[in-house]
């Protein structure tokens, strides 16, 4: 059996999907395509050897931008967890309300022909 590079192994979206995702995150960046090739992209990065020589502030910017990345999704999970703990108390608020006491029944009208 071969083995097939990481890269391959990625999961494959339906189109339809991927339309979808792009109709609501539209995205420019080519690492959101459905159809990014991670080998194309760095040869087109670094097309020669004397080009590697950018290499060090490429992984630089990279680094800034997955710290970027991770304080975003810190601040996500906290709104989320938040809004959870203010749901929750909020449902709790209303089981400690007692119930309404029942309606009294209302008359009855009765429509009397003259």
């Not at 339809?16 to 990065?45: E, H, K, Q, T």
């Not at 290499?55 to 997955?66: E, G, M, S, Y």
């Not at 449902?91 to 006491?101: F, G, I, T």
């Amino acid at each position: 059996m071969e083995d097939a590079p990481f890269f391959e192994d990625v999961v494959r979206l339906d189109p339809d999907v991927d339309a979808a995702i792009a109709a609501v995150f539209p995205s420019d960046d080519p690492l959101d395509s459905s159809s990014f090739d991670p080998v194309g992209y760095i040869n087109r990065l670094f097309p020669s050897e004397q080009s590697l020589a950018g290499l060090d502030p490429f992984i630089a910017k990279l680094r800034q931008r997955i710290r970027k990345l991770d304080g975003e999704i810190q601040a996500s999970v906290r709104v989320q967890t938040t809004s959870s703990e203010e749901g929750k108390r909020a449902l709790d608020d209303v089981r400690l309300v007692p119930p309404l006491p029942p309606l009294p029944p209302t008359p009855a009208y009765h429509c009397s022909t003259l």
